[in-house]
Structures are given as structure tokens and as C-alpha cells.
């Protein structure tokens, strides 16, 4: 939605390579989830950050709510890892919900 | 083994038919979600139920409506298919909603309204 952007839209990378998704938000967020959708259309949950950095093999996140905005590292790039990203900020609008942004096609070349 | 599962995975309907999803979370989480995705918009929440008989409007609610009877269950009804309603339905759920919890997705329908 508006309130989530995702970059880029769409992204290339050769094996062994790496890159950073970015989400920027344009108003508070509590949380942060990065997903990856598969071939297969599941959704895989990679990470939930409240703040701070994690880090899981070749993926790497950081949220930052002061600026508002999260990143996913991906080093060292693997066939396997092509997919969509999206990110999820979860927002009080009330209730808490999660808001989606539209997603990063990444597609890695061998 | 913690998992969402939904049926069925490929649906066909025609127009003005009723249509039911159907999720079910063996994790005993209090939220579950209802979420469509349409190419390049991502996924949007169509409704959130925060346990059984406790259901929300989401961003996108006009068309469906949902039954929560158990905690573990939560439906998704089409009352009148339109072809617009087309999609990808994604269920979710959660331990909670209002604490950091992780989200766990089903592995989506495919809903074709002709």
C-alpha cells in the first residue's frame, strides 16, 4: 500500500553476488517482516525485527523506526533465492495490522 | 510440526456462485488473517479475526465475510462470486495480535471467478 515502499521493483543478480531490498515507510511502524515467495507461491517468513539487526546465513535485516525504513541484505547470491521479497510493517491504526509493500522480484542468474 | 494449512489449493467458479475457503492453524494462535494478492499491489487484508466470534474489517472487506467457530478454523466466504474477486487468497495466522509475533501463511487458493 502507500504506506509501504518497496525497491526495487524488480532486480537481477549473478550467483555469488549480493544486494540490498529497501522498504521505506511513510509513518510509524512498530515492526518489521520480510517474507520470500517462492516459485511455488508459498510465503516463507525470513525475519520479524522490532529493532536493530538479525542476521540468518546469507540474509542480513536491519530496521531503523526512527528513519523509517528496513533493509534485506542478500550476500552471496544462490539460484534458489529467486522469488519475490516483501516486507510487512506491522501499524496501530487502532488495532495493530500488517501492511504489505509490493514486493521485489528478484531473479538470480547463474 | 507448526503449520497453516488451506483448502482447497485450485478453485473454478462461475459468477453469482458462493464460494468458501477454508483454514485451519494446528499452533493454537489467536489471530488469523484473510489476505488476497493481485499482481504488483501485494498482499491486501481483506479481514482479521482476533479469536473465535471476534472478527475485524480489513482494508479491502466489501464482498466477503467470515466465520470464525473455532479457534483453529477461520473461512472465508464469497457470497455471489465476481469475476473481480479473481485472485490469490492468503490465510495467516498469529499468537497474538497485539505483542511482536511472527506471521504464518497457508499455501494460498487460487480462486478463477469466470
Known amino acids: 500500500g502507500d504506506q509501504v515502499e518497496q525497491s526495487p521493483s524488480a532486480l537481477s543478480l549473478h550467483e555469488g553476488t549480493g544486494s540490498a531490498l529497501r522498504c521505506n515507510f511513510t509513518t510509524t511502524m512498530r515492526a518489521v517482516q520480510w517474507f520470500q515467495q517462492n516459485s511455488r507461491g508459498s510465503l516463507i517468513n525470513l525475519f520479524y525485527l522490532a529493532s536493530g539487526t538479525k542476521e540468518n546465513g546469507r540474509l542480513k535485516s536491519t530496521f531503523n523506526s526512527k528513519e523509517s525504513y528496513s533493509t534485506l541484505h542478500i550476500r552471496d547470491a544462490q539460484l534458489e533465492d529467486s522469488g519475490t521479497y516483501f516486507c510487512a510493517a506491522e501499524i496501530n491504526t487502532g488495532n495493530y495490522k500488517y501492511v504489505f509493500g509490493a514486493g521485489t522480484r528478484l531473479k538470480v542468474i547463474a | 510440526d507448526m503449520k497453516v494449512t488451506q483448502m482447497p489449493r485450485y478453485l473454478i467458479k462461475r459468477m453469482g456462485e458462493n464460494v468458501l475457503l477454508e483454514c485451519g492453524q494446528d499452533?493454537?494462535?489467536?489471530?488469523m488473517y484473510w489476505y488476497r494478492q493481485d499482481p504488483g499491489l501485494g498482499l491486501q487484508l481483506i479481514y482479521i479475526?482476533?479469536?473465535?466470534?471476534?472478527?475485524s474489517e480489513g482494508d479491502i472487506p466489501k464482498g466477503y465475510r467470515v466465520s470464525r467457530k473455532k479457534r483453529e478454523h477461520f473461512s472465508l466466504i464469497l457470497d455471489s462470486a465476481k469475476t473481480n474477486q479473481t485472485s490469490v487468497y492468503f490465510c495467516?495466522?498469529?499468537?497474538?495480535?497485539?505483542?511482536?509475533?511472527?506471521?504464518?501463511f497457508g499455501h494460498g487458493t487460487k480462486l478463477s471467478v469466470l
Open positions: 499452533m493454537s494462535h489467536e489471530t
Open positions: 495467516a495466522s498469529s499468537l497474538f495480535a497485539f505483542s511482536n509475533e511472527r506471521l504464518f
Open positions: 479475526s482476533y479469536d473465535v466470534d471476534s472478527n
